[in-house]
């Protein structure tokens, strides 16, 4: 049998996808959170996980070379990956926000944003029939307004203590966030049966997580 492999988001994402995959039986021995290794296997389940750069996961899922991923909806939507996004694994949940001082005022025809997300900046300002200048930024965005350099952001926020502690507010919401599963498209044909199996039993575990959590 082939193993199913299967890229990860580096970080907060991988603990909590491996929870879920030893509730379906599924375990790496030699996994630790301290680990430097980016390859892990279960021999006896066949299955592979690849721990991949969390804006790469959806390339490894597009090109082949994983079957499956898990990626934040927010990495997944800037990526445009061809990909089937086939569970809302409902943990790493967060808010796509426009972020900005008090005093900053959305209405007016042309401002300048600054962002991490561009595809998601300029199709919340499109839908809103707005005309927005987007400064693409890696690093910390609350800079940005901070400095002059933009009049408001779009971030990501989970409790909103950062931009509280750096004197800015929420001024819009765009929409939820959270970690999805999502598979090649060739591989969903190829490997049909053992994905689709794969998929019921992740999606059992996230209802039985859902329906304790309510």
Same mark, same amino acid.
């Given at each position: 049998?082939?193993y199913?492999?299967i890229?990860?988001?580096?970080?907060?994402?991988?603990?909590?996808?491996?929870?879920?995959?030893?509730?379906?039986?599924?375990?790496?021995?030699?996994y630790?959170?301290?680990?430097?290794?980016?390859i892990?296997?279960?021999?006896?389940?066949?299955?592979?996980?690849?721990l991949?750069?969390? +804006? @790469?996961?959806?390339?490894?899922?597009e090109?082949?070379?994983?079957? $499956?991923?898990?990626? =934040?909806?927010?990495s *997944?939507? %800037?990526?445009?990956?061809?990909?089937?996004?086939v569970?809302?694994?409902?943990?790493?949940?967060?808010?796509?926000?426009?972020?900005?001082?008090?005093?900053?005022?959305?209405?007016?025809?042309?401002?300048?944003?600054?962002?991490?997300?561009?595809?998601?900046?300029?199709?919340?300002f499109?839908?809103?029939?707005?005309?927005?200048?987007?400064?693409?930024?890696?690093?910390s965005?609350?800079?940005?307004?901070?400095?002059?350099? +933009? @009049?408001?952001?779009?971030?990501?926020?989970?409790?909103?203590?950062? $931009?509280?502690?750096? =004197?800015?507010?929420? *001024?819009? %919401?765009?929409?939820?966030?959270?970690?999805?599963?999502?598979?090649?498209?060739?591989?969903?044909?190829?490997?049909?049966?053992?994905?689709?199996?794969?998929?019921?039993?992740?999606?059992?575990?996230?209802?039985?997580?859902?329906?304790?959590?309510?």
């Amino acid at each position: 049998m082939e193993y199913l492999n299967i890229a990860i988001a580096k970080g907060r994402l991988v603990d909590h996808t491996i929870d879920i995959l030893r509730a379906i039986g599924i375990n790496f021995p030699d996994y630790h959170e301290k680990s430097r290794k980016l390859i892990f296997e279960d021999p006896v389940k066949k299955i592979r996980i690849v721990l991949v750069k969390a +804006s @790469d996961v959806a390339t490894y899922v597009e090109r082949g070379a994983t079957d $499956l991923g898990v990626i =934040g909806k927010d990495s *997944l939507i %800037e990526s445009g990956a061809n990909v089937f996004e086939v569970v809302d694994l409902g943990f790493g949940r967060c808010r796509f926000v426009v972020a900005g001082l008090e005093a900053t005022v959305l209405q007016k025809h042309k401002f300048i944003v600054a962002t991490k997300y561009p595809k998601v900046t300029n199709q919340f300002f499109t839908e809103r029939g707005q005309t927005v200048e987007t400064i693409h930024l890696n690093g910390s965005v609350e800079l940005a307004p901070l400095v002059g350099l +933009s @009049d408001c952001i779009v971030d990501i926020v989970e409790t909103g203590r950062t $931009l509280q502690d750096n =004197g800015l507010k929420v *001024l819009a %919401e765009i929409f939820e966030i959270s970690a999805r599963l999502i598979a090649n498209k060739a591989s969903f044909k190829t490997k049909h049966s053992r994905i689709d199996d794969f998929i019921n039993h992740i999606q059992s575990v996230v209802n039985e997580k859902g329906a304790v959590g309510q």
